[in-house]
Nanobody
Framework: QVQLVESGGGLVQPGGSLRLSCAAS????????MGWYRQAPGKERELVAA???????TYANSVKDRFIISRDNAKNTVYLQMNSLKPEDTAVYYC??????????????WGQGTQVTVSS
């Protein structure tokens, strides 16, 4: 089994910054892509940003130039630096990891989610 534990969410004023972290642990053989998704009330879950094991990244248009995703492969940890936050960034943020538990087995794992609220 693989567990993803997120941290770093909270309440911040518009224009502020937050840094989310997500650490993977358990029966990990290797991790391919890691990413952050978010879900606002009444909306579908959407991709925010993702990063491959080699460091290639992709971002949703709505967060480009404001958010930065990074990872520490030695620690099986992915980060999301969120700057210039807007009220529309308010959502539950979920970590995702494409994880191999053996050479033959790969699954998608999710964290429990962390609330980010942007409000004055």
């Amino acid at each position: 089994q693989v567990q993803l534990v997120e941290s770093g969410g909270g309440l911040v004023q518009p224009g502020g910054s937050l840094r989310l972290s997500c650490a993977a642990s358990g029966s990990i053989f290797s991790i391919n892509a890691m990413g952050w998704y978010r879900q606002a009330p009444g909306k579908e879950r959407e991709l925010v940003a993702a990063i491959t094991s080699g460091g290639s990244t992709t971002y949703a248009n709505s967060v480009k130039d404001r958010f930065i995703i990074s990872r520490d492969n030695a620690k099986n940890t992915v980060y999301l630096q969120m700057n210039s936050l807007k009220p529309e960034d308010t959502a539950v943020y979920y970590c995702n990891a494409e994880t191999r538990t053996s050479v033959w087995t790969q699954n998608n794992y999710w964290g429990q989610g962390t609330q980010v609220t942007v409000s004055s």
